[in-house]
C-alpha cells in the first residue's frame, strides 16, 4: 500500500516465526525495517539483505537483549543513525529456554525468578520500547504500535501460566499506553495469537498434543501460522485502522470460543 511506503517499522525478535513474518509483510509494503535478534546474528543480517534486494526497501538487524531493558535507549539511538524515522513499533520477541525456568510450568512449581523474567520480557520491554518509539513517532506526527499477546490469558493452556498472566498484564498496559499516546496521534493495541507454528511452540513439552487439539478446535480446522498473525499487526498499523486503539485483537482461527 503505498501509504506505507518510506515508513519504518521497528520490531523485536524478526529473526523467526511470528516477528520474521510481520517484518516480511511490512517489507513487501514498502516499509523499512529495523529489527532485533539475540543469538542468531548470522541469520538475521541474511534475512536484512534478502528484504533489501526483494522489495527495494532499507533493513537492518541490531542486537538486543529484552531480559536487559536498559539496551533499548541505545538500541533505538543506533536506529537514529540509520533510519530517518520512526512510524511502527512491534514488541515481538519472547525468550524460551533457560530463562524461563520457573516461569513455564505447572503452578505449584512457578518460581519468582522465572515469573519476574517473563515480566520484564512482556511487560518491561513493551513498555521501554513504546517509550523510546513514541519518541521518535511524535516527530513525525503519530505512529501505531502493536504488542504480541496470546489466547493463552484467555483459555488454559498446560504450563502456560506465567506466560498468560503476562500477556493479559501487556494488553491492559497497552490499553493504558493507547489512552495516554493517543494526544501523539499514536496508536496502541495488541494482536492476541492462537497457537502458531513456531520454534516457540515446539518447545512446549506437549507440542504434539497442543497442535492436534488446535487443529480440532479450530473452526477453519487447521493450526495458525506466523502470516495470519502478520496480517492483522500490519492491518493495525494502517490508515484503515485509524479509529482502532486500546483493542486486543483475536486471531485464533476460532479456537478460543471452543
Ligand atoms: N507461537 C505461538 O503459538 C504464539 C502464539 C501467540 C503469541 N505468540 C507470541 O508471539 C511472539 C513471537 O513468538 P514466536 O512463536 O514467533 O517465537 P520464536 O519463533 O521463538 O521467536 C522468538 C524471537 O525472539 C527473539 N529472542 C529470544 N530471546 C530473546 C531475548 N532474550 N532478547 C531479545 N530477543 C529474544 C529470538 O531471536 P534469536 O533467534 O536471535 O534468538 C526470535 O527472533 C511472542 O511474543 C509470543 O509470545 C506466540
Redesign the pocket.
Known amino acids: 500500500m503505498s501509504q506505507m511506503k518510506g515508513k519504518t517499522l521497528v520490531i523485536?525478535?524478526?529473526?523467526?516465526?511470528?516477528?520474521?513474518?510481520i517484518a516480511e509483510k511490512f517489507a513487501q509494503n514498502g516499509v523499512n525495517i529495523a529489527f532485533?535478534?539475540?543469538?542468531?546474528?548470522q541469520?538475521?543480517n541474511e534475512l536484512a539483505q534478502k528484504w533489501e534486494e526483494t522489495y527495494k526497501i532499507k533493513a537492518k538487524a541490531y542486537p538486543?537483549?529484552?531480559?536487559e531493558p536498559d539496551q533499548f535507549k541505545p538500541l533505538f539511538e543506533a536506529i537514529d543513525q540509520d533510519f530517518d524515522r520512526v512510524d511502527f513499533f512491534v514488541?515481538?520477541?519472547?525468550?524460551?529456554?533457560r530463562?524461563v525456568v520457573g516461569g513455564y510450568g505447572k503452578f505449584m512449581r512457578l518460581k519468582p525468578k522465572g515469573l519476574n523474567n517473563i515480566y520484564t520480557?512482556?511487560v518491561n520491554?513493551f513498555v521501554v520500547g513504546t517509550q523510546e518509539a513514541a519518541k521518535r513517532m511524535e516527530k513525525v506526527g503519530g505512529g501505531a504500535v502493536v504488542?504480541?499477546?496470546?489466547?493463552?490469558n484467555l483459555i488454559y493452556i498446560e504450563n502456560y501460566a506465567g506466560?498468560g498472566t503476562n500477556?493479559a498484564a501487556v494488553e491492559a498496559m497497552s490499553r493504558y499506553a493507547a489512552v495516554e499516546l493517543g494526544e501523539m496521534n499514536i496508536r496502541v493495541n495488541a494482536?492476541?495469537?492462537?497457537?502458531?507454528?513456531?520454534?516457540?511452540?515446539k518447545?512446549f513439552t506437549n507440542y504434539e498434543e497442543v497442535k492436534a487439539e488446535t487443529i480440532k478446535r479450530s473452526a477453519v480446522n487447521r493450526m495458525?501460522t506466523?502470516k495470519d498473525?502478520a496480517g492483522a499487526v500490519y492491518f493495525l498499523c494502517t490508515e484503515e485502522a485509524s479509529w482502532i486503539t486500546g483493542q486486543t485483537i483475536v486471531v485464533d482461527g476460532g479456537t478460543t470460543f471452543r
Request: hydrophobic share 35%; no cysteine; aromatic share 4%.
Open positions: 523485536t525478535g524478526a529473526t523467526k516465526g511470528i516477528g520474521e513474518a532485533t535478534y539475540n543469538s542468531n546474528e541469520l538475521a538486543l537483549n529484552i531480559l514488541s515481538n520477541a519472547m525468550i524460551y529456554g530463562p520480557a512482556t520491554a504488542t504480541m499477546s496470546s489466547t493463552g506466560h500477556k494482536v492476541s495469537g492462537g497457537p502458531i507454528d513456531t520454534d516457540a511452540l518447545a495458525g506466523p498473525i
